[in-house]
């Protein structure tokens, strides 16, 4: 599995039970990055790509057990912990901003090497960066 999640930069995922990924530049280079393959969501994450015809779309109440080997998965409100060693790579996109946040990633990114990073202009922050980690 491929592992997408949007971070603050101490880790944290949702604030105030809302969440930190509603950036729509992110949500197209989601779209761009799965397009020919499978991104597996929870329904929470359906709003943000209910407007988009996207075929590589599967929402699953446990989309974390769905995601096979080289499929993609997005990450909003669950860890990840439990699926650790289905991971084969893991993208964040890092706001480069603190929330108050009410989950944080429960993954070590020190245990995990950084292979790429990018920073490009969102829509909701001027200053959005994407990290690629592999094991």
């Not at 929402?59 to 080289?70: I, M, N, P």
């Not at 009410?102 to 995990?112: G, Q, S």
Request: charged share 35%; net charge negative; glycine share 6%.
């Amino acid at each position: 599995m491929i592992a997408i999640v949007c971070l603050d930069d101490k880790n944290g995922m949702v604030f105030n039970k809302r969440r930190q990924s509603r950036d729509c530049c992110v949500v197209e280079r989601i779209l761009d990055m799965t397009e020919g393959g499978c991104l597996w969501i929870h329904p929470f994450s359906e709003p943000l790509f209910v407007e988009k015809e996207a075929e590589q779309i599967h929402v699953r109440q446990e989309f974390l057990k769905c995601a096979g080997d080289g499929e993609y998965c997005f990450v909003e409100n669950h860890g990840l912990r439990t699926v650790e060693e289905k991971i084969e790579k893991l993208i964040v996109f890092r706001w480069n901003r603190v929330y108050p946040a009410d989950l944080r990633l429960d993954l070590a990114l020190e245990d995990w090497k950084k292979t790429e990073e990018e920073e490009f202009v969102g829509n909701s922050h001027e200053k959005i960066t994407r990290e690629v980690y592999v094991r």
